[in-house]
């Protein structure tokens, strides 16, 4: 009987000292348990955090999009001008260019009109010249037929004959002298327009 209680009473302390070791450890698994849900706790506000960040972020991220967007019409609008711009500046080139050939074949004509008008210098002091021997001529006729009156009045007829036919080419060369004078003012006239 006595050896059957021992028996009982060590089986007791050895359930015992096991119940102690579960509650030790029972205990220990509290303590992390409880870290653990500290951790998860905190775990939590982080992860909060971050998506406010993300949040955030993301509004960011679709300016950023919508300003890039903007600019991107910006640039293509730029892109239309500076077309434009290069279609006027080729067309005003082109202007130019015709201009510029237009104005050379008015340079050649003006140079032709310079050398025709160059060329009529020497004729009409040519012919400045032949009027001044032509009225040198009738004086000179004018004193020798008042000597002839004087002196041969046989020949009186015959001198005026002569003196009429002079008066006849000199009207007619008057004539040529006076259109060449009115060409010639008229293409001063057109010169000094064009200046």
């Known amino acids: 009987m006595e050896k059957l209680l021992h028996r009982i009473l060590d089986k007791i302390e050895t359930l015992d000292e096991k119940v102690t070791n579960l509650d030790t450890k029972v205990t220990n698994l509290d303590e992390k348990v409880m870290n653990l849900d500290i951790k998860v706790a905190n775990l939590d506000i982080k ?8 949040a955030n972020l993301d509004e960011k991220v679709t300016n950023l999009d919508e300003k890039v967007t903007n600019l991107d019409t910006k640039v293509a609008n730029l892109d239309e001008k500076v077309t434009s711009l290069d279609t006027k500046v080729a067309s005003l080139d082109e202007k130019v260019a015709n201009l510029d050939v237009k104005v050379g074949i008015l340079d050649k004509r003006m140079n032709s009109v310079e050398t ?29 037929q008042s000597e002839i009156r004087k002196e041969v009045g046989f020949y009186y007829g015959s001198l005026m004959k002569k003196l009429d036919e002079n008066k006849t080419e000199l009207s007619s060369e008057i004539k040529q002298i006076s259109t060449i004078q009115k060409q010639h003012q008229s293409v001063l006239e057109y010169l000094n327009e064009k200046q």
Do not use: Y
Not at 120 to 140: A, C, F, G, T, Y
């Open 47 to 54: 992860v909060a955090n971050l998506d406010i960040k993300v």
């Open 116 to 144: 025709t008008v160059g060329a009529m210098v020497p004729k009409v002091d040519s012919i400045d010249l032949r009027l001044s021997s032509v009225e040198d001529n009738q004086l000179m006729f004018a004193a020798e």
